[in-house]
């Protein structure tokens, strides 16, 4: 039984910082891809960023559209750990953020497709104001 559990969230003024973390838990294969989805209230989800993990070799980040600038996408495959460094938020960066798993295979391209992931976590919000 995978469980994915979101922290870090909280409310912040524009320029400022947050962190996400997202502990996994349970069975994880050697290779998986992991992200960071949000959603704002009214609209769709939305891919953060994404990693892929690949004990073979390989591997590697994907990040939504102009948000790469701002956040950073990390992991510690050790202790199964996601994180979402968040910088210079904007008001617009005001969502839920939630982590997901896919178990079973790396990224790719289709890596900010919701259906591409079985388990997700409970979400933390953000809020910047």
């Given at each position: ?33 992991m ?22 070799g ?67 919000q953000?809020?910047v104001?």
């Amino acid at each position: 039984h995978v469980q994915l559990v979101e922290s870090g969230g909280g409310s912040v003024q524009a320029g400022g910082s947050l962190r996400l973390t997202c502990v996994a838990s349970g069975y994880i294969r050697a290779r998986n891809c992991m992200l960071w989805f949000r959603r704002a209230p009214e609209a769709e989800r939305e891919g953060v960023a994404a990693i892929e993990t690949n004990y073979l070799g390989g591997g590697g980040t994907y990040y939504g559209d102009s948000l790469k600038s701002r956040f950073t996408i990390s992991e510690d495959s050790a202790k199964n750990t996601l994180y979402l460094q968040m910088d210079n938020l904007k008001p617009e960066d005001s969502a839920t953020y939630y982590c997901a798993l896919d178990r079973f295979a790396g990224c790719g391209a289709g890596w900010s497709r919701p259906s591409k992931y079985e388990y997700w976590g409970q979400g933390t919000q953000v809020t910047v104001s």
